[in-house]
T-cell receptor, first 115, second 115 residues
Framework: SAVISQKPSRDICQRGTSLTIQCQVD?????MFWYRQQPGQSLTLIAT?????????ESGFVIDKFPISRPNLTFSTLTVSNMSPEDSSIYLC????????????FGPGTRLTVL | GDSVTQMEGPVTLSEEAFLTINCTYT??????LFWYVQYPGEGLQLLLK?????DKGSNKGFEATYRKETTSFHLEKGSVQVSDSAVYFC??????????????FGKGTKLSVIP
């Protein structure tokens, strides 16, 4: 497996502001993903963070709202822009290891509350 | 599209009771199947996986068998402990149209074990 860290672990933000969440892995990985888990719900994939190119977004998620960067094979950021209370969720990054094919490992998550 | 259906919770058991959490799936092709666990306030941890029919995944006393004929992957444990209290997610992994593996999650089942 891999050691995955996320910063911040939690934050409380005001409506209309933006928050950038960082995901750091202790080894080079092929794929990195960002998920949202709304209160009491399951996980929904936001996008796949591609190294060296634009992220691939799932239906219902757009780059203007959730810009993603992945400058190298161990780091990615997700920004939640122009936040509203509906953005209050846990945001998780996950990784797929080289040779891991179809198994994803998750970070501890960032718990975001928007007032 | 692919989907995962797992039994609704919450489930409350006494310590040392037998646990079954049902999970069925719908998918084209031959997905890999997973159980993830989310302890209170934490991210998701991979509990076990199975990659082909009749495979049995096991970890920490939990086990699940990939049943292709019934499209099921039920989670079982013979004797639960208070420390098993968590939310359990069943998931499948299949290749997306973009060529990467993507996870589809069930809604999660909250387990509470009382002394």
């Amino acid at each position: 497996s891999a050691v995955i860290s996320q910063k911040p672990s939690r934050d409380i933000c005001q409506r209309g502001t933006s928050l950038t969440i960082q995901c750091q892995v202790d080894s080079q990985v092929t794929m990195m993903f960002w998920y949202r888990q709304q209160p009491g719900q399951s996980l929904t994939l936001i996008a796949t963070a591609n190294q060296g190119s634009e992220a691939t977004y799932e239906s219902g998620f757009v780059i203007d709202k959730f810009p993603i960067s992945r400058p190298n094979l161990t780091f990615s950021t997700l920004t939640v822009s122009n936040m509203s209370p509906e953005d209050s969720s846990i945001y998780l990054c996950s990784v797929e290891l080289a040779g891991g094919r179809d198994t994803q490992y998750f970070g501890p998550g960032t718990r975001l509350t928007v007032l | 599209g692919d989907s995962v259906t797992q039994m609704e919770g919450p489930v409350t058991l006494s310590e040392e009771a037998f646990l079954t959490i049902n999970c069925t799936y719908t998918a084209t092709g031959y997905p890999s199947l997973f159980w993830y666990v989310q302890y209170p306030g934490e991210g998701l941890q991979l509990l076990l996986k199975a990659t082909k029919a009749d495979d049995k995944g096991s970890n920490k006393g939990f086990e699940a068998t990939y049943r292709k004929e019934t499209t099921s992957f039920h989670l079982e444990k013979g004797s639960v402990q208070v420390s098993d209290s968590a939310v359990y997610f069943c998931a499948l992994s299949a290749i997306s149209g973009a060529g990467s593996y993507q996870l589809t999650f069930g809604k999660g089942t909250k387990l509470s074990v009382i002394p």
